[in-house]
């Protein structure tokens, strides 16, 4: 799925946030944030999650892994639970959106750190082009999600008074 599925969840928040109202910045920015949390690291990775366990790990082997290990047991629960608190990004906002931001952005980049290894441990060194391909599906996925949440809280901050701060209650956008 990859790229397409980034640049179509893109695309759809946009829209989505412009059939709405007059978007500020901030809530475009949660509105991006929101889909890729939910379409790239909800959705998907529930389903990846599943297919993992169904399918005793064969599914693995697309991605140059070997089934069969325990450890992508672990990981397919991973990818569930991680899953599930993405989705919840659909009804939770404000300050629970960091939850996921940061579980996602550092399982993105180590992700990307290991299939560049697992690429030189198959007897492919790194090349632009192969470390391209797996910044695109995995890395951007953490720059995206940090600079998405940055700007969305970014802004949210500079439209909360001091009353604000205290009474607990934020202004959304």
Known sequence: MGLPLIVVLLIAAVVHARM?????????????LVYVLVGYCGVQEIVMGAAILLTGGRV????????????????SFLLLGGGITSI??????????????????VFFAGAT???IQLNRAN?????W???AGIFATHGLISVLLISFYMVSQG???RRTTP??????SMASG
């Open 155 to 157: 802004f949210r901050a």
């Open 113 to 115: 750190y290991a299939h």
């Open 123 to 127: 007897g492919f060194p790194p090349t």
């Open 163 to 168: 009353g604000q701060i205290f009474s607990g």
């Open 129 to 131: 082009e192969s470390t």
């Open 20 to 32: 709405r109202y007059p978007t500020t910045p901030g809530a475009m920015a949660e509105m991006l």
């Open 88 to 105: 919840l990004a659909i009804w939770k906002r404000d300050s629970y959106l960091l939850a996921p931001v940061l579980m996602w952005s």
């Open 60 to 75: 693995l082997l697309h991605f140059g892994f070997q089934p069969g290990q325990p450890t992508f047991v672990w990981d």
